[in-house]
């Protein structure tokens, strides 16, 4: 009974919170701190988005409750909503649009099969790739990749026959040699929201195709290329100083031609901005400026520890079976 | 006009959705799919938690309208509670009980000037230690802390006066020499679910402050310390396997006492895990072993960029007065 009281005025001291500034937002703007008063004392309050529970009936209760929909906008089989997550759908008397919107709703529909693989859990491993499965295993996975024609959106892009209008930044086509190179928008930014900013920088030469092909010899090519990509992106939006500039590089990237990702450095990422997939820029240059050995050398050499998803073609034909092999098991047939 | 019967239709597509099973969570399950149904075909839906306004009206609107409020408990000055979202704390008619918590709520009462420093907006810069200002400025800045006593819990815990319940698993203490090491939980884990497992491994040798103490000459050491650590690991937690580990180490860290994190490969983290904090133990080590030069060179050579917050020490005291020299301005006064 004790303890029950002691909740009550528990509850009873959060009613009584009164706000006097916000003082910050982290997590996406997920959890929000607050400072105010109780009883003219100071009070701290940060207020946090709950995870959703794992209970499917009260997801599923928490979809026919969803309330104030409002469509943003369709296109084609996507359609974007926001919502606000407490009932009164049916009582036509309570006036839900004062509520604010606490969720983001997307439909896809109809999906297909690739739709629901993709937003399947992807169970992820970590994997070795020493030098050997690179050369053996790996790189003919990426030489495949790049037969498939999958880079002929970039070679589009790099010869500027599409997304021009995307381009924000680019040296003059075919003119700058091997320090040619280009700036656009990551899909995932807004193109408005500052600390989101995420920018991808292609060059135009096509000979890196990713980080293991980087060697001693790139060094000066990676250093200036770094410093025009840091004066592009701070010419081309001037809200932004030199050191609120992060770069950084994925192992394994999604397409074969190297590329740089740009952010604000206050931006909030999860997974591809994680130890396991990403790797500053900058460490890049200085592990290569303290390699050993002549002109030749590189990243080739290093064993490289990352994250790959289980559903993954690498997991499946490369690292599944290894595994498999070193415990002594067969691997799965696929 | 059409435009608005065109958002009637999507959302009586969106009411017309029949839930078949969850997909996967993202985000720490901030982010749930769910594949499901519409007039017998396939459709996939996406929701996710919607940021707070940054309208300090709407977020005080949101504060006088919690439901639903639990008291989880306290400690002190600290306060921790669950909500709801939407209002109707006042009208006892309706049973707002049946509703899902989608809220965390904090409360620290009465609030000292440290809480709100700590939850105040940190903007975040990216520096560039280059050896000779680690040397000079840097290094000084370590000392200082270490001499502040701020390592004493750690003594305590090597020396197995404190925390003694909390240590996961640790090696006969002061018998394995460099070797010793002990496993903690990180404070952020809840020491129950899988994926966010999050350990701490303090080596007992205390001679290596950060990454920047590391050198050629330790790498049979470090790669004996995380095969140790793996092979800890995995034997606590049965249920995880060698492949779903996830070793990093941050620098600048927060205290001077070499120290290892330990994750679930597929944790969620934002900024702890990320490049320009976290730099991967695996990748260390091979940077170590292919840097040029004699067993007594490493780390302590290269140029580290990574990211401090203004209200930090490092920041002003060290960083900004060099930013203001090159800037050829004067810093403020502190």
């Known amino acids: 009974m004790a303890s029950k009281n002691v909740g009550l005025q528990e509850i009873q001291l959060l009613q009584c919170f009164q706000q006097d500034r916000i003082l910050s937002y982290d997590n ?16 701290l309050l940060i207020l946090e988005r709950a995870p959703f529970s794992t209970y499917p009936d009260q997801i599923s209760q928490t979809i026919r409750k969803l309330s104030n ?7 084609d089989i996507y359609y974007w909503y926001v919502a606000g997550t407490s009932s009164y759908l049916d009582d ?38 020493t030098p050997e499965i ?21 070679w589009n892009i790099i010869e500027g026959k599409t997304e021009v209008n995307d381009v924000i930044f680019r040296t003059p086509i075919g003119q700058e040699a091997d320090e040619g190179f280009l700036l656009l928008p990551d899909l995932n930014w807004d193109r408005s929201t500052k600390e989101n900013l995420h920018l991808l920088a292609l060059p135009e030469r096509r000979d ?15 250093r200036i290329m770094r410093q025009n990509l840091l004066e592009a992106t701070v010419r081309t939006y001037n809200w932004l100083e030199a050191d609120q500039v992060k770069m950084y590089v994925h192992y394994q990237p999604t397409y074969y031609h190297f590329h740089i990702h740009i952010v604000h ?10 130890v396991g997939k990403a790797i500053g820029l900058e460490l890049i240059i200085e592990i290569l400026e303290f390699m050993n050995g002549d002109q ?11 994250t790959v998803g289980e559903a993954s073609e690498l997991w499946q034909k490369v690292f599944e079976p290894l595994k ?11």
Chains 1, 2 share one sequence.
């Not at 996406?28 to 009070?43: E, F, K, P, T, W």
Request: net charge positive; glycine share 4%.
């Open 208 to 222: 890196i195709w990713s980080i293991r092909d980087l060697k001693k010899k790139h060094l000066s090519w990676l």
């Open 265 to 274: 450095v206050a931006m909030d990422v999860g997974k591809t901005m994680a």
């Open 28 to 43: 996406n703007q997920l959890r929000v701190a607050i400072i105010g008063h109780i009883n003219s004392m100071s009070a």
């Open 324 to 334: 498999a092999k070193a415990d002594g098991i067969d691997p799965p047939l696929r």
């Open 134 to 154: 690179y050369r053996e295993k790996v790189l003919p996975y990426i030489i495949r990749q790049r037969e498939l024609d999958t880079l002929i959106w970039i």
């Open 296 to 306: 030749e050398q590189g990243i080739e050499q290093m064993t490289l520890h990352y």
């Open 92 to 129: 036509i008397n309570v006036d839900t649009s004062q509520y604010p919107h606490d969720l983001k709703v997307n439909l896809i529909y109809p999906c297909t099969e690739q739709h629901i693989k993709k937003y399947s859990r992807q169970v992820p491993r970590i994997v070795v790739e």
């Open 69 to 75: 929909v409002k469509s943003l906008g369709t296109n």
